[in-house]
């Protein structure tokens, strides 16, 4: 499995490279990041959703992996929070995030580079299910705990924008009318697709942070723990008593190991949220991944060796 995962995590130390070096251009992340987030992963998002063989019962079984876990660790980070009287109010909105949010850039990168085609495709169904319920929470929190106002048409409209969910839904409502998709226009998405993945992964180191000022030290280490462990390991024990197949299985505890999502610091920074506590969680998450995503994958005894 590391064999498969060190790879990766180069990808992520050049685009740490990349982002400290002097000749680096300024305006070259956010560019990646636009495209990558506006073109490139969509493109693989309709391609992938359009393919996949699926159904009902199957879209079903997914949003309860999701959401029943999901909705466990949110209950637990509130409890949580209710008890910490001293915690700062921005910091508590970073901790919502920090235990539910996934990295979209890292999901979809490594889902691409690493699983069979059907788990892959199921890896990326997972993610848009999740999605919009974890924006909902991360705006609603960030809202709450900054006293902003936030209104349900607020919370819709910042969803129907985003282009990852636009993708997923074009692509399931594709993949219902069994049309076969235009042979040049799945190798241009083909294309767009294979640029994707190693953009995401620039981009994650890209927004990587290393400096330990505002760190919150066990604050950081509860909600990692929340996020790298107790959350895989609540949808496994949920996927063994549904007992679903191999392939959603793999898909949804996958789903449930990743780190949390970079984009978050940009909406702690710009919804009131502690930022820097988000920074802390995002970069300490993503170098965990390291070592508790492939022991996950073992635990589950994931074969990547005709990969």
């Known amino acids: 499995m590391l064999s498969y995962i060190l790879p990766i995590f180069l990808i992520i130390a050049l685009g740490v490279w990349i982002k400290r070096t002097p000749h680096a251009p300024k305006e070259l992340f956010p560019a990646l990041e636009w495209f990558s987030f506006y073109v490139a992963f969509p493109a693989l998002l309709f391609l992938r959703t359009a393919q996949l063989h699926m159904d009902a019962r199957a879209v079903q079984s997914l949003a309860l992996l999701v959401v029943v876990p999901m909705a466990a660790i949110l209950l637990l980070c509130l409890i949580g929070l209710r008890l910490a009287h001293q915690l700062p109010d921005p910091a508590r909105s970073s901790i919502i995030q920090g235990a539910t949010r996934p990295s979209t850039y890292f999901g979809l990168a490594v889902a691409g580079l690493v699983f069979p085609d059907n788990v892959a495709a199921l890896i990326m169904l997972t993610l848009a299910i999740a999605l919009p319920l974890v924006n909902v929470v991360a705006v609603v929190a960030l809202a709450?705990?900054?006293?902003?106002?936030?209104?349900?048409?607020?919370?819709?409209?910042?969803?129907?924008?985003?282009?990852?969910?636009?993708?997923?839904?074009?692509?399931?409502?594709?993949?219902?009318?069994?049309?076969?998709?235009?042979?040049?226009?799945?190798?241009?998405?083909?294309i767009l697709g294979s640029v994707a993945l190693g953009l995401g992964l620039v981009c994650v180191g890209?927004?990587?942070?290393?400096?330990?000022?505002?760190?919150?030290?066990?604050?950081?280490?509860?909600?990692?723990?929340?996020?790298?462990?107790a959350l895989p390991g609540l949808t496994l024990l949920m996927c063994?008593?549904?007992?679903?197949?191999?392939?959603?299985?793999?898909?949804?505890?996958?789903?449930?190991?990743?780190?949390?999502?970079?984009?978050?610091?940009?909406?702690?920074?710009?919804?009131?949220?502690?930022?820097?506590?988000?920074?802390?969680?995002?970069?300490?998450?993503?170098?965990?991944?390291?070592?508790?995503?492939?022991?996950?994958?073992?635990?589950?005894?994931?074969?990547?060796?005709?990969?």
Do not use: H
Request: proline share 5%; net charge positive; charged share 10%.
């Open 144 to 190: 709450w705990w900054s006293g902003k106002r936030v209104t349900a048409r607020s919370i819709l409209r910042n969803l129907v924008r985003n282009p990852i969910i636009l993708a997923t839904v074009a692509g399931a409502v594709y993949n219902m009318t069994d049309w076969p998709l235009w042979g040049p226009l799945t190798s241009a998405l083909e």
């Open 206 to 229: 890209g927004g990587l942070v290393f400096r330990l000022e505002g760190a919150m030290p066990l604050v950081t280490l509860i909600t990692n723990s929340l996020k790298l462990m």
């Open 240 to 307: 063994s008593a549904l007992g679903v197949d191999q392939a959603t299985q793999m898909a949804v505890c996958f789903y449930a190991s990743l780190p949390t999502a970079p984009n978050a610091y940009i909406m702690a920074r710009q919804m009131g949220g502690d930022a820097r506590l988000m920074a802390t969680m995002i970069t300490t998450q993503t170098l965990l991944t390291i070592v508790t995503l492939p022991l996950w994958m073992l635990w589950l005894g994931v074969d990547f060796s005709g990969r």
